[in-house]
T-cell receptor
């Protein structure tokens, strides 16, 4: 069966510091991968998605970036965090073809920028 | 106009009642529709998916889709306190990899 791992679960970072969140998927190959952010009391905002190694689509212009160095690894980064980057970051995966419809989320990473 | 709209709630219903959650979407080309449940502090989990007009039932849950009205709903029968959560509606367009979420409706089931 497929599982998705996301870490760290919680982090507190000062403004201007770098960020790296990592996500890996097991039990499948060539998944579609996604990064969403959820601000407190808000819905899910799609940040990036990837349909293959090195293929990243950005949805929202901001100081975040994403990379997919391996088939089942998706990384969210920032060189300098802003207060507005605080939120709950969710990695998700879906299959391809007919399996592309269903999105499964990781446990999430809660980021607080002070 | 938001792409996917939901009433933020909270929707409060007594235990055993039917909870009705509603969602509208703006893209007429949307073809896949989903309901996710999110407990406080947790990640969303899929409850139902629906792709064609009409009703789809799964246990106590029924999803309803009306593409002409661009409307999708979720009915929860025999609501339980454990159903108290935020329910997120999500929509995918034709040929799109992106799943667009509404802001969610918070449901409270009173014992």
């Amino acid at each position: 069966s497929q599982t998705i791992h996301q870490w760290p679960a919680t982090l507190v970072q000062p403004v201007g510091s770098p960020l790296s969140l990592e996500c890996t998927v097991e039990g499948t190959s060539n998944p579609n991968l996604y990064w969403y952010r959820q601000a407190a009391g808000r819905g899910l905002q799609l940040l990036f998605y990837s349909v293959g190694i090195g293929q990243i689509s950005s949805e929202v212009p901001q100081n975040l970036s994403a990379s997919r160095p391996q088939d089942r690894q998706f990384i969210l980064s920032s060189k300098k965090l802003l207060l507005s980057d605080s939120g709950f970051y969710l990695c998700a995966w879906s299959g391809t073809g007919s399996g592309a419809n269903v999105l499964t989320f990781g446990a999430g990473s809660r980021l607080t920028v002070l | 106009q938001k792409e996917v709209e939901q009433n933020s709630g909270p929707l409060s219903v007594p235990e055993g009642a039917i909870a009705s959650l509603n969602c509208t979407y703006s893209d007429r080309g949307s073809q896949s529709f989903f309901w996710y449940r999110q407990y406080s502090g947790k990640s969303p989990e899929l409850i139902m998916s629906i792709y064609s007009n009409g009703d789809k039932e799964d246990g106590r849950f029924t999803a309803q889709l009306n593409k002409a009205s661009q409307y999708v709903s979720l009915l929860i029968r025999d609501s339980q306190p454990s159903d108290s959560a935020t329910y997120l509606c999500a929509v995918r367009g034709i040929g799109s990899y992106k799943l667009i979420f509404g802001s969610g409706t918070r449901l409270l089931v009173r014992p």
